[in-house]
Each structure stands twice: as structure tokens, then as C-alpha cells.
């Protein structure tokens, strides 16, 4: 069973989670899961993205 309550609060996480994949591109995550969905994403929207830093930001 699954139940639903409201959200009690919201935290931000930490500073080195934030932009993690520009801060960490060799990162072993990244690399097999993250860049390569980046470019298929990249691929079939190309208007969509940027790489003014590499990882395919959105605009």
C-alpha cells in the first residue's frame, strides 16, 4: 500500500551536488549512465541544447 502525505518541508541539497556532471565528467556514473542519455537526448532535440559547457545544457 502507498500513502500519500503532504510534504512537511523542502531542503536543498548540499553545494557539490549542484552541477555535478560539469564538476565531475569523468565521473564513472556519468559516464555509463548520464552522457550517454544526454546525447540521445541531444540527438533528437538539438534546439533544445547548448554545449556552452560541454554536457548539453538546456537553453
Known amino acids: 500500500m502507498t500513502e500519500l502525505d503532504p ?3 523542502f531542503y536543498q541539497a ?3 551536488h549542484q ?10 556514473y556519468v ?5 550517454p542519455k544526454l546525447a540521445k537526448l541531444q540527438a533528437k532535440f538539438p534546439d533544445m541544447y547548448s ?9
Open 14 to 16: 548540499a553545494a557539490y
Open 31 to 35: 559516464v555509463v549512465n548520464d552522457l
Open 19 to 28: 552541477n555535478y556532471i560539469v564538476h565531475h565528467p569523468s565521473d564513472r
Open 51 to 59: 554545449n556552452s559547457e560541454g554536457t548539453g545544457n538546456r537553453q
Open 7 to 9: 510534504l512537511k518541508g
